[in-house]
């Protein structure tokens, strides 16, 4: 049997969408680190707290970017869909 795929599931976008969430993870890592290296008025000294904190702020730029690109391609379906 073959598999029905929907719209917005070709191997093109979902690597687009996997490269996507792999850069938005590394720059918000890189941001939060950055953040508590030379901001003014903090111990500038990276500790595991400012790792783990990093790493969140990583997850939760990688889910924003995903979320943003889903209800996108949601939108261009439905506008697809009007015309």
Excluded: N, Y
């Excluded at 599931?9 to 969430?21: C, H, V």
């Amino acid at each position: 049997m073959t598999e029905q795929r929907g719209p917005g599931t070709d191997p093109g976008s979902e690597m687009r969408r996997r490269r996507a969430g792999i850069v938005s993870f590394v720059a918000g890592l890189v941001a939060a680190l950055a953040f508590f290296a030379f901001f003014p008025g903090l111990p500038h000294v990276i500790d595991w707290g400012a790792i783990l904190v990093s790493l969140a702020v990583g997850a939760l730029a990688r889910w924003a970017c995903r979320a943003w690109m889903a209800r996108s391609l949601e939108e261009k379906e439905k506008h697809s869909d009007q015309v």
